[in-house]
DNA sequence: GACACAGTTTAGAATCATTCTAAACTGAGT
DNA sequence: ACTCAGTTTAGAATGATTCTAAACTGTGTC
């Protein structure tokens, strides 16, 4: 994105998490924070910004994308033990999962109440509650 | 388990579950079928088996894995994306998942209710529901 | 504007769980 | 005992991720 009334908004919802600005960071962001939710993998984004003019190496994908979960700008999904989701929605929600082309799909928190949870062993408190809803194709 | 009662009882169980019953495949179902539930990553299964008398490869630990999800003595439970555990539980329950220790505990399927749940996309069905509750240490 | 330095980026090596390969082995039926 | 599909195996290969150590860059200081 070479707007520039989009790389402004970038860099102050960096700043706004305590991250400082950089070109490769702008550039994650842009790809990442465009306005539609969106669930990818470290590659998909390290894919997606080599199309662009500025490149970012993969070990900078990694770190930025574990960096921008840590500041709750991300969300780690784990769904498969192959490869790690990072979801662009930081709203508490939950996920369909389809097996059959390894794609994520929106719950609504809303859509699901979960209901006589046990409480937590002594010690540990609840951090989140994930729910997966794995689909396979209907065999007709 | 040298004992032949136990033998028999695990060959009847792979027989049963339409496996062809070796050395290997008894001497792993001797660790995982023994009386009570558990939750194991395949590097442990294979510990446990090499401290026996009846040594099993760790690509045969992986097969056999497998093989016993495949025939639905097992089930897969993905948690965490650097590995797989294998639950000896194939009722329907959910998890706790305590990412201090990396340990898996049960939560009973009726202790949770799930309602609402939209329907799966056209062409897709459920497969199955995952609930993983995410603890973590108390800071005190 | 040049300087310094912590923080950042990078290519490539390293890691680690898992899967693959291709050869040796084994069990069930003749 | 003989055969052949099915099984096991060591070690190589894979693939996502992390690490390393060196080069680079942004920000504050003069």
Known sequence: MRNPRQNDRLKAL??????????????????LFD????????????AAVRKGKSPVSLA??????????????????VISSSRVYFDTN??????FFDDADG???????DSVRISRLPPPPPGRKLERVDVIVRLVATKS
Chains 1, 2 share one sequence.
């Open 14 to 31: 960096l700043q706004a998490a305590g991250i400082r600005s950089t070109r490769q960071r702008v550039a994650l962001a842009a790809i």
């Open 35 to 46: 306005g539609t939710h969106k669930h990818v993998t470290a590659e998909q984004v390290h």
């Open 60 to 77: 900078t994908v990694y770190n930025t994308l574990h960096q921008y979960t840590t500041a709750g700008l991300l969300h780690e999904v």
């Open 90 to 95: 930081t709203g508490e929600h939950h996920h």
């Open 103 to 109: 794609k994520l799909y929106d719950i609504p928190a």
